[in-house]
T-cell receptor, first 114, second 112 residues
Framework: ETGVTQSPTHLIKTRGQQVTLRCSSQSGHNTVSWYQQALGQGPQFIFQ???????GRGNFPPRFSGLQFPNYSSELNVNALELDDSALYLC?????????????FGPGTRLTVL | SQKIEQNSEALNIQEGKTATLTCNYTNYSPAYLQWYRQDPGRGPVFLLLIRENEKEKRKERLKVTFDTTLKQSLFHITASQPADSATYLCALANQAGTALIFGKGTTLSVSS
């Protein structure tokens, strides 16, 4: 059974650019959530997707958007990058139909904004 | 505003002792609370989930308690080992289970 995978592993962008991060959920998991983790902080919930729709959102501006595909994989898009967007972006999947019970996290994508 | 606090950033204990980590929250009525372990440079790993109507949950050397009156959860690791050294995160779910708030984490160091 393949776990949650994320790509790319690392990414460097400049302020104002746009970025797309990708996540493949664990087999059979229908819910995907995204988190931003700054250094020394806990993960901050961005949003979750279930049935290809956003099903819950944290306190992040609209320039953070996402997609979920029929195979349950997901993308996180961030527009107009700011320096404070530099962080580890984590994706997690769960089999619990839109509820964030047991979650299985990927290794993350390290984004650096210069 | 909703707030979740893990009472210490770092905890150092000796091998064989019991580690106790605390998670307090305010302005929140979570449906359940979860504990995760995170090693440096890696994603969190799920450990335990305890629901609002449960007082205690156990899994091997791990025990979690949940007191909704005190708005507090305690996480215990008994007979701690150096391999237990990591950052431990607590997370609260809203009533619908559709959003999570994580604490900053407590970094546990177990020395032999």
């Amino acid at each position: 059974e393949t776990g949650v995978t994320q790509s790319p592993t690392h990414l460097i962008k400049t302020r104002g650019q746009q970025v797309t991060l990708r996540c493949s959920s664990q087999s059979g998991h229908n819910t995907v959530s995204w988190y931003q983790q700054a250094l020394g902080q806990g993960p901050q919930f961005i949003f979750q997707y279930y049935r290809e729709e956003e099903n819950g959102r944290g306190n992040f501006p609209p320039r953070f958007s996402g997609l979920q595909f029929p195979n349950y994989s997901s993308e996180l898009n961030v527009n107009a990058l700011e320096l404070d967007d530099s962080a580890l972006y984590l994706c997690a999947s769960s089999p619990t139909g839109g509820r964030l019970d047991t979650q299985y996290f990927g290794p993350g994508t390290r984004l650096t904004v210069l | 505003s909703q707030k979740i606090e893990q009472n210490s950033e770092a905890l150092n204990i000796q091998e064989g002792k019991t580690a106790t980590l605390t998670c307090n929250y305010t302005n929140y009525s979570p449906a359940y609370l979860q504990w995760y372990r995170q090693d440096p440079g890696r994603g969190p790993v799920f450990l335990l989930l305890i629901r609002e109507n449960e007082k205690e949950k156990r899994k091997e050397r791990l025990k979690v308690t949940f007191d909704t009156t005190l708005k507090q959860s305690l996480f215990h690791i008994t007979a701690s080992q150096p391999a237990d050294s990591a950052t431990y995160l607590c997370a609260l779910a809203n009533q619908a289970g559709t959003a999570l708030i994580f604490g900053k984490g407590t970094t546990l160091s177990v020395s032999s």
